[in-house]
């Protein structure tokens, strides 16, 4: 069977244009749903749709600059 496409941190840090810090605290909100497999995250594609799509994103990137 086809493996789930899912990405990683670096993937999600890429699409969001986001920093690695950045996706760190959103993991810590739960303001973006993951897996965890030894000490890497891993995000599933709806998650990262889910925040593209949404306003959630603009309250961390405010918090960067």
Do not use: W
Request: glycine letters at 4%; aromatic letters at 10%.
């Amino acid at each position: 069977h086809d493996a789930l496409p899912i990405f990683d941190g670096e993937d999600v840090c890429r699409i969001l244009r986001i920093s690695p810090r950045t996706l760190r605290i959103m993991r810590d909100n739960r303001a973006i749903g993951f897996t965890q497999v030894n000490r890497k995250f891993y995000y599933k594609p709806e998650e990262v749709e889910r925040l593209l799509k949404g306003a959630a994103l603009q309250r961390y990137e405010r918090e960067e600059t």
